[in-house]
């Protein structure tokens, strides 16, 4: 398995530690990350801009391992997918590396996520359009690289 980072989450708040997502980790190894919807709306509620791209990145991560929870709350937490959505391509999708470094690794991430939403077909009319909406943003997102 490939480790650059991953985010723990502790209390309230998360931590970036050092081990990353990697698009080729087995079930067993998703299903040890934890339930996080919780841990995520009480960040929200105290997230400033750092601390809004973990959180952004948080979701992202977990739609990939729960879609059909994470897009079932973000049906009912319409603020929330609202600003998602909105933040997502600069979020998510940037590289702060400043050297392109991790231009290769968000591109997977975001493959990993259309494939996941592709195969995703929604419990109800609300995550079916949440899921087209989130394919529909990321077919146009691209990478954007800090330098």
Known sequence: ??????????????????????PSWSQSEK????????????????????????VHYAIAEQIIF??????????????????FIQKLPHDVFTDYSGDGSDEKRLLEF??????????????DETTKQLRLDLLKHLNSVTITIVD
């Open 66 to 83: 729960r879609p059909s929870e994470i897009l079932s709350w973000l049906s009912t937490r319409k603020d929330i997918y609202n600003v």
């Open 1 to 22: 398995m490939k480790v650059t980072r991953v985010l723990l989450i502790c209390g309230v708040n998360l931590i970036l530690l050092g081990v990353s997502f990697s």
């Open 110 to 123: 975001r493959e990993s996520l259309i494939k996941t939403l592709e195969g995703y077909k929604g419990v």
């Open 31 to 54: 299903r040890m990350i934890p339930n996080t919807i919780e841990v995520i709306e009480k960040s929200w509620e105290r997230r400033d801009g750092h601390m809004g791209v973990w």
